[in-house]
Structure formats: C-alpha cells, structure tokens
C-alpha cells in the first residue's frame, strides 16, 4: 500500500495520523483551502467597503471644515480647503465609482 514518505509536505494532510493521505482527507484539505480562500476573499472586500465609507465619511466632514476654518479666523485656510475641494470631490467620486464598478464586472464574470 503507497503510503507518504517521511517528513512529506503533505503529512499535515494526514489527519488521524495513519501515514495514509485518504481520499477523503485529500477532500477534506482540498475544501478547506476553498474556504480560506472565500474567507480571504470576503476580507479583501470588506476592507475595500470600509475604505469606501472612510472616503465617503471624509466628503461629509469636508464643509465643516471649510465652515470651522472661517469660524475661527484663518480665512486663508478656508480659502486653500475650498480650493482642493473641486479635485478632492472628483478623486473620491472616481475612487468609489471604480470600486462599484469593478464589483460589478467581478460579479457578472462569476468570479
Ligand atoms: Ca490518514
């Protein structure tokens, strides 16, 4: 009977320790590398999700800024937030529209 070889790569597939790889055991490493790779996957989307609700958060606290600065006097600073507000805007818009976008495109190819 082929059995593994000693110190083989894949006796930690060997799980009740009979020094046969069975089918299922074969199986059951096989699934569970399935998993980590959904959970990796569903990790790598979530910390995009949270990225894209950090950027989307920042946009709400962009006029308050601009409202705070003038407040308290440094009108200059009011005036410079102002001015990289046109290209923050347009940069955070690109940034979650590219996110949904490429969902999208991820969902509709299956993968
Ligand atoms: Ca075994």
Redesign the pocket.
């Known amino acids: 009977m082929p059995a593994l070889e000693p110190d083989s790569k894949y006796s930690s597939l060997?799980?009740?320790?009979?020094?046969?790889?069975?089918d299922r055991?074969f199986e059951n490493s096989e699934r569970q590398i399935k998993l980590d790779l959904l959970r990796n996957q569903d990790q790598k989307e979530d910390s995009l999700l949270l990225m894209c609700w950090l950027a989307l958060g920042s946009m709400l606290f962009y006029p308050p800024l601009i409202i705070f600065s003038e407040f308290i006097g440094m009108e200059r600073a009011a005036g410079l937030v102002a001015e990289i507000s046109s290209i923050y805007f347009l940069s955070v818009g690109g940034l979650v529209s590219v996110f949904f976008g490429s969902q999208a495109i991820i969902k509709k190819n299956g993968r």
């Open positions: 060997d799980t009740n320790g009979d020094n046969i790889v069975s055991e």
